[in-house]
């Protein structure tokens, strides 16, 4: 079982997280925001399957923000969202607020 996640520690795990995840399929983290990461795929340099590396990092977001939560709520902590749109871009927010 995951250990609890203190509040002051949420926002820079998600950010690494979230930015590793990003990187690691060819997107570009375009701005921190607070405790989300504002990614892009297909800048600057496009790939073929910039929509699939889009979609794959999203869905290994939510995953990484499902496990955010787990930790969160067992400390109380709020819950997190993740969202991504058609053109590859995705938003993490772990949602501890900065």
Known sequence: MAEPLP???????????FAETVRR?????SQYLGDGVLAYFGYPHAHEDDAERAARAGLQLVESVADLKTRASSSKQSHGTTRSNEHGAALARSGQAG
Do not use: T
Request: no cysteine; glycine share 12%.
């Open 7 to 17: 509040a002051e520690n949420a926002a820079d795990i998600a950010e690494s997280d």
């Open 25 to 29: 399929l060819g997107g570009f983290v």
